[in-house]
């Protein structure tokens, strides 16, 4: 059975103090993992996909990167604009479409 | 373009009734999915369809609940009768499957279900 493990479940930060999201996983062959975040009262929203150890993905003061049994979102200098629950999901070959989610980071960024 | 489209956003309604939520995927994409998120559970896979057929509802908590998807443009899912501990976010995802590179998936700002 695929699962995802996400530490810490919250991380409160102060504007500028980089820090690093993590999300272990075991999945039976992995086609892709996933990085959503969700807003309050909003559904999840796609951030980045990886799909081979030693990819990199990049968008603003997000990094995300990918071993073979875990991930790592980076976030370098956040802005208080950043907190949000930072959710991780992969899909296993065997189940092309289907994605198992972890139970998130739920993270805070204090101006 | 459109994303995905769910109604209501909310829906507070007494233990015993019935309820439907709808959701409209995303144009082109062959793939819907039911999620259920609490609290206590996190995100939960109810149900996904793929081209209209129900490919996996391990998830579907009891036969209280069921959804169909008549359509590549709609979907339901339906709670007979409806209990208190089914309040939750219900939110229903689109994708394309088949498709290289893998694709992700699509949420809906989902309906927020309080059952009485």
């Known amino acids: 059975e695929d699962q995802v493990t996400q530490s810490p479940e919250a991380l409160r930060l102060q504007e500028g103090e980089s820090s690093s999201l993590n999300c272990s996983y075991t999945v039976s062959g992995l086609r892709g993992l996933f990085w959503y975040r969700q807003d309050p009262g909003k559904g999840p929203e796609f951030l980045f996909t990886?799909?081979?150890a030693g990819e990199e993905k990049e968008k603003e003061r997000l990094k995300a990167t990918l071993t073979k049994k875990e991930s790592f979102l980076h976030i370098t200098a956040p802005k208080p604009e950043d907190s949000a629950t930072y959710l991780c999901a992969v899909q296993a070959n065997t189940n092309a479409g289907k994605s198992t989610f972890g139970d998130g980071t739920t993270l805070t960024v204090k101006p | 373009d459109a994303g995905v489209i769910q109604s209501p956003r909310h829906e507070v309604t007494e233990m015993g009734q019935e309820v439907t939520l709808r959701c409209k995927p995303i144009s082109g994409h062959n793939s819907l999915f039911w999620y259920r998120q609490t609290m206590m559970r996190g995100l939960e896979l109810l149900i996904y369809?793929?081209?209209?057929?129900?490919?996996?509802d391990s998830g579907m908590p009891e036969d209280r609940f069921s959804a169909k998807m008549p359509n590549a443009s709609f979907s339901t899912l339906k709670i007979q009768p409806s209990e208190p501990r089914d309040s939750a976010v219900y939110f229903c995802?689109?994708?394309?499957?088949?498709?290289?590179?893998?694709?992700?998936?699509?949420f809906g700002d989902g309906t927020r279900l309080s059952i009485l």
């Open positions: 369809f793929n081209n209209n057929v129900p490919i996996d």
């Open positions: 990886l799909y081979s």
């Open positions: 995802a689109s994708s394309l499957i088949g498709q290289s590179p893998n694709q992700p998936q699509h």
